[in-house]
């Protein structure tokens, strides 16, 4: 049987190709009337506008009626709902302060930037068939300090469910003990509002890194229908890079948790943003889409070039990210310059994805490293300066990502739970810790990153004879192939 395969995320991503293979069983795990059966899909303002309430100074960027009114606008207009992304979320600062409640108890949004109130602006969202989503924390406060809900779950839901809200994002921004009880408490006050909310539990993000350890079956339990994992995405390809690889090293045990109704969130797409490129653009809406990770963006909707729009807007690749399926995809190779990543699709298809992160290897094996000891050499740049970090790897194994690796200059290292961080200088100080020892590439001069050849074997994927291929970016068949695909030049950060 002809079978066909997906490349790049769905299809094919930067340089993408879509692999539809081997007809593979397929089967639904849709559950009737449940919420959340594929990832949400929206406009979140937190990336971009943060907690910036100086409406007089930026009235048109401030946390207020009018940014929401105008992204929705541009929701709309700009053909976003028409292919899907159908909520215009809400993040931190929209409460009045002081009082924190009004005399009822319940959370009042600031009357200065929301004059018309939560009702009317939901109803806003409605009338043009957007979503209204919003945010708060199972905390004394949020993150920003504003008024939160822990201990006010009931009475907040029924707020929100009066105010027409359809989803909600718990963040953490508290106490860990209270999570256990909170999430859940929010999860059940959700369901006695009487309105179906989409529930988003930031709950994982704050019980660190070990992906493994977290209580995952209390979460689906809960009622969470997603869950943001890890750290927060921050604008640059360092931060994505970083994501990239976490969601990489737990992706087998962080797959078995992701089915419809409840799926892992990597976070925010900065597409739309010049903090990065079009081929990183192009990779993180592979790679988002091969983890089944929801697709809401975090840009300013009013300003997206056109390139980056086409990107987002790009049916065939959010085909893949909402395949009814909901089985999210895996790192097939080891963490490297280049990785292949793949996800099986309903229809029997898989969604392949040949990530050139890093660029070409070096020629030479690294022979010599300088050691500290008692810490290690910082890279200046922040999140720029870090090409990710790792967890459970030995000394070895780490040594050798960084020596593939033509751009990383050092690591750090704590032997006691293989775990540390890769740098691209060590231009920053000495970071004095007796519980890292650091290594870095004596003279080491970066070296630009170059395209690469990237292949993938069929078997590998669990697919055989003839597999059709297909470029999602270029919406173009390239042909039949048989035992393998190698996608030639696919660009440094890109994928294809």
């Known amino acids: 049987v002809s079978t066909q395969s997906t ?51 930026h009235p048109d960027s401030c ?59 939901g109803d806003y969202m409605h009338n043009k068939s957007v979503k209204f989503a919003i945010y708060t924390a199972e905390s004394d406060t949020t993150c920003a300090g504003y008024p939160a809900s822990k201990g006010h779950e009931q009475v907040d839901a029924d707020t929100f469910a009066s105010w027409g809200v359809d989803y909600l994002k718990v963040d953490g921004c508290g106490e860990n003990w209270y999570y256990p009880t909170g999430y859940p408490l929010m999860g059940k006050s959700l369901q006695n509002s009487g309105r179906p ?18 209580p995952y079956p209390a979460m689906i339990a809960s009622g969470c229908n997603l869950w943001r994992n890890w750290d927060d995405i921050q604008c640059s390809w360092g931060s994505l890079a970083s994501i990239i690889d ?26 739309g943003n010049d903090c990065i490129n079009d081929d990183e653009g192009r990779t993180q809406m592979a790679i988002w889409s091969i983890l089944a990770g929801p697709l809401i963006m975090g840009n300013d909707l009013r300003i997206v070039n056109a390139s ?48 050139n992160k890093n660029g070409v290897a070096p020629t030479q094996p690294c022979s010599d490293w300088n050691k500290t000891t008692g810490g290690y050499l910082e890279a200046c740049g922040g999140s720029g300066g870090d090409l990710g970090c790792f967890t459970g790897l030995s000394l070895a ?25 890769y740098k691209t200088n060590v231009n920053c100080g000495f970071v004095a810790n ?38 999602i970016w270029t919406h173009t068949d390239l042909g039949v192939f048989q035992g393998s695909y190698t996608a030639k030049a696919v660009p440094i950060h890109g994928t294809a």
């Open 397 to 421: 194994a780490a040594l050798q990502v960084c020596c593939n690796n033509s751009i990383c200059a050092a690591l750090s290292y704590k032997a006691a739970d293989g775990s540390g961080c």
């Open 7 to 57: 490349w790049g995320g769905f299809p094919k991503m930067a340089s993408g190709v879509l692999v539809l293979v081997a007809v593979l069983c397929a089967y639904s795990t849709a559950v009737s009337g449940q919420l959340g059966l594929t990832p949400p899909m929206g406009w979140m303002s937190w990336e971009i506008f943060r907690c910036d309430i100086d409406c007089a100074a």
């Open 197 to 214: 909310i989409e529930y988003s539990c930031s709950w994982p993000a704050y019980l660190g890194s070990n992906e493994s350890a977290k």
């Open 434 to 471: 007796s519980d890292y020892v650091g290594f870095n590439k004596p003279g080491f001069k970066p070296t630009p990153g170059q395209p690469a050849d990237i292949s993938v074997t069929f078997s590998d994927i669990g697919m055989s004879g003839n597999v059709k291929v297909r470029d």
């Open 246 to 271: 976490h969601y990489g090293d737990y992706s087998k045990v962080l797959q078995q948790w992701a089915a419809p109704g409840h799926f892992n969130d990597p976070d925010m797409l900065l597409i």
């Open 63 to 121: 946390i207020n009626e009018y940014l929401y009114k105008v992204q929705t606008d541009s929701l709309v207009s700009g053909g976003y709902l028409d292919v899907g992304y159908n909520g215009i979320h809400i993040d931190d600062c929209w409460m009045r302060l002081k009082p924190p409640r009004d005399a009822q108890g319940h959370l009042v949004p600031d009357p200065d930037r929301f004059p018309s109130g939560f009702k009317a602006l």
């Open 308 to 355: 980056a729009k086409e990107i987002l807007l790009n049916r065939e690749a959010i085909a893949v990210d909402q395949d009814p399926l909901g089985k999210a995809g895996l790192r097939l190779s080891p963490k490297g310059a280049t990785e292949v990543w793949f996800r099986e699709l309903q229809n029997g298809d898989i969604a392949v994805g040949l990530l």
